[in-house]
């Protein structure tokens, strides 16, 4: 057998193998397997090897891309997000409208195409624009956090500075996670 024929078989055979493992991961974004921090940060790290893998077509990487975008929308969009988030607070949860409005603000940014991870994109647009202190201090002010309580000047900054002392380690929690893991 010469040996063209025979190393155009072992590159059908890798690529083969590749396209099947990029299906695979694929289905897995687009099946919602994927819906936690740790199985998303997971199907990261093998997209990524992927990517840098030399028999992966530039099909195949485009694929993989707009497929883990859509998981981490989705993560976001089914609340995953604000689950983990919640998980994380020990007293109040991080509100949901916080977290609509990072995200608004994210898909009115122009860089945010060039990142599949929309949470970690909401959660540093948090801390940039200095949501969770603003944040904190309307949460501080309705009368459903005091129950019913009288309150007095000073209480409001205090429940404002624990509200933004909370929300802000939670979001650290996982900022810090994804860098671990990505690192």
């Given at each position: 057998?010469?040996?063209?024929?025979?190393?155009?078989?072992?590159?059908?055979s890798?690529?083969?193998r590749?396209?099947?493992?990029?299906?695979k991961?694929?289905?897995?974004?687009?099946?919602?397997?994927?819906?936690?921090?740790?199985?998303?940060?997971?199907?990261?790290?093998?997209?990524?090897?992927?990517?840098s893998s030399?028999?992966?077509?530039?099909e195949?990487?485009?694929?993989l891309?707009?497929?883990?975008?859509?998981?981490?929308?989705?993560y976001?969009?089914?609340?995953?997000?604000?689950i983990?988030?919640?998980?994380?607070?020990?007293?109040?949860?991080?509100?949901?409208?916080?977290?609509?409005?990072?995200?608004?603000?994210v898909?009115?940014?122009?860089?945010?195409?060039?990142?599949?991870?929309?949470g970690?994109l909401?959660?540093?647009?948090m801390?940039?624009?200095?949501?969770i202190?603003?944040?904190?201090?309307?949460y501080?002010?309705?009368?459903?956090?005091?129950?019913?309580e009288?309150i007095?000047?000073?209480?409001v900054?205090?429940?404002a500075?624990?509200?933004?002392?909370?929300w802000?380690?939670?979001?650290?929690?996982?900022?810090?996670?994804?860098?671990?893991?990505?690192?």
């Amino acid at each position: 057998m010469p040996i063209e024929t025979m190393t155009s078989k072992r590159e059908t055979s890798q690529s083969g193998r590749s396209q099947s493992h990029t299906r695979k991961l694929i289905d897995g974004f687009e099946s919602s397997r994927a819906n936690t921090l740790s199985k998303l940060m997971s199907f990261e790290r093998m997209a990524e090897d992927m990517n840098s893998s030399e028999d992966v077509d530039l099909e195949d990487v485009e694929a993989l891309r707009t497929s883990l975008s859509g998981a981490w929308s989705y993560y976001v969009a089914s609340q995953q997000l604000a689950i983990e988030l919640g998980n994380r607070t020990p007293h109040f949860n991080l509100p949901l409208d916080l977290i609509k409005e990072s995200y608004s603000r994210v898909v009115q940014h122009s860089l945010s195409d060039q990142s599949r991870n929309v949470g970690c994109l909401i959660l540093n647009k948090m801390k940039e624009d200095g949501l969770i202190a603003a944040f904190a201090d309307t949460y501080a002010r309705r009368p459903e956090m005091w129950e019913g309580e009288q309150i007095g000047l000073d209480t409001v900054p205090c429940l404002a500075s624990h509200l933004e002392t909370e929300w802000n380690a939670a979001v650290e929690s996982i900022l810090e996670y994804w860098n671990r893991q990505t690192a």
